[in-house]
């Protein structure tokens, strides 16, 4: 098997199937429903995209007094909002990898 097609019912999961899941482990087939996972986890490749995402977040949390000042109360959720925004080009970097690298099996 490959890591674009489903170890059950062998249809493309897509990408949107990767971001929509809250970890690459928990991932269900757009088509059967069937929960699938990927083997090998790329550990190394989450870890750098997690220290730099919280990286960037802390120094958006250090220096918000500046940034988001002039939206008045509305500046906490537009800070949030670019928050999970600014997550969206990570996803997609790791669901490329997951794609090309790892191997869908069915989650036991």
Known sequence: MNGKNCPSCNCDIGMVAIIKAAWPTRIKCPSCKTNITYKPLPLLLLSICLILY?????FLILNSDNLFQQLGGYGLIVELIFIVLLWQPFEIVI??????????????
């Open 54 to 58: 919280f990286s960037i977040i802390l």
């Open 95 to 108: 669901a490329k990898h997951l794609r090309e690298k790892a191997t869908l099996v069915i989650r036991e």
